[in-house]
């Protein structure tokens, strides 16, 4: 399973981007999974930021982006997207997707199975 991010960048306070990570060699509709971003800052733990139950239905996040990002899927395109706006210096970090095969969506990193290489992203003041 290869996990491959995109979307980061260099980005002012107040300002948005949108992350994608593509899935290959599993495919969603056959294969239920279960998405989550973290994000891993300088100096700091990786962290839970956002998850997504296989079908969509079910999404959670961190206190810290709750009303400011949102997680979604396209099972059909293997895709997993994290839509990220008001971005607040607070949220440069190297962003990592990850899947657990899985119809429960946990929040601890330690039970996604497969990861991306990162993608990252930095807010200026």
């Known amino acids: 399973v290869q996990l491959v991010e995109s979307g980061g960048g260099l980005v002012q306070a107040g300002g948005s981007l949108r992350l994608s990570c593509v899935v290959s060699?599993?495919?969603?509709?056959?294969?239920?999974?279960?998405m989550a971003w973290f994000r891993q800052a300088p100096g700091k733990e990786r962290e839970f930021v956002a998850g997504?139950?296989?079908?969509?239905?079910?999404?959670t996040y961190a206190d810290s982006v709750k009303g400011r990002f949102t997680i979604s899927r396209d099972n059909a395109k293997n895709t997993v997207y994290l839509q990220m706006s008001s971005l607040k210096p607070e949220d440069t970090a190297v962003y990592y997707c990850?899947?657990?095969?899985?119809?429960?969506?946990?929040?601890?990193?330690?039970?996604?199975?497969?990861w991306g290489q990162g993608t990252q992203v930095t807010v200026s003041l």
């Open positions: 997504i139950t296989y079908s969509g239905s079910t999404t």
């Open positions: 060699g599993r495919t969603f509709s056959s294969d239920p999974t279960a």
């Open positions: 990850a899947a657990r095969r899985s119809l429960i969506l946990v929040v601890a990193a330690r039970n996604f199975n497969d």
